[in-house]
Structure formats: C-alpha cells, structure tokens
C-alpha cells in the first residue's frame, strides 16, 4: 500500500511539472507541440479537484473515459507534431505512463 501511495504522489508531481514546464514554454517558445504536455497533466489534475468523469463507461474495464481520451490525444498531437525527441515528447510520454499506472494500479477500486 505505501508503494501506491508513493507512486500517486510521484505521478501528481511529474503532472504538475509537466504543466508549469509546458506552459512556460508555450509563452516563450510558441510551439503547437507544448499544448501536448499541458493537456496531458493537467487533464487529470482537474479530474482530481473538479471530477468531470464520473460516469460509467459502456466498457467497464474502461476507467475515466473522458481524461483517457484528452491524454491520448494530447500525446497524438505531440507524436504528429514534434520535431525532434525533447522535452515535449518526455513530459507527454511521463504523463501518460504515469496516468495508466495511476488509473489501472495505484487508484483504489470504488
């Protein structure tokens, strides 16, 4: 149990870095590519203060529909875009790592 604990914490921190970096970035370095990162943290940082995705998916092995789809694009948008492996991809590519881990093993059942 300390191990997922630990793991939540670690992924809320990787998120929230994604997000400060990226938006940074976004005003200093206009680029299509750091909208990727932004969206892939701070799509489930808002879930966490303001739940959005709360309803039950048709699939029911699938959890948080919503944030999976905003994730998921966001790092479609990075891979379509980015020119060269950086920052962007390593933030987006964290974020999303740590999103599955975080849905599927560290979040306890409800």
């Known amino acids: 149990m300390p191990l997922k604990v630990i793991f939540r914490a670690a992924f809320i921190f990787w998120a929230l870095l994604s997000v400060c970096a990226s938006a940074f970035l976004l005003f200093t370095q206009p680029a ?7 969206v892939a ?3 489930p940082m808002v ?4 739940p959005y995705d709360k309803q039950i998916s048709p699939h029911h092995k699938v959890k948080l529909p ?3 789809l905003l994730v998921m ?3 479609a948008l990075v891979l379509l875009t980015i020119p060269e ?3 962007a991809l390593w933030l ?3 974020c999303l790592g740590g999103f599955l881990l975080d849905t599927y093993w560290a979040r306890e059942p409800e």
């Open 32 to 38: 299509i590519y750091w909208a990727g990162p932004l």
């Open 41 to 43: 943290g701070l799509a």
């Open 47 to 50: 879930n966490l203060v303001f």
């Open 66 to 68: 919503r944030v999976s």
């Open 73 to 75: 694009l966001s790092v």
């Open 85 to 87: 492996r950086g920052l």
């Open 92 to 94: 987006t590519l964290g």
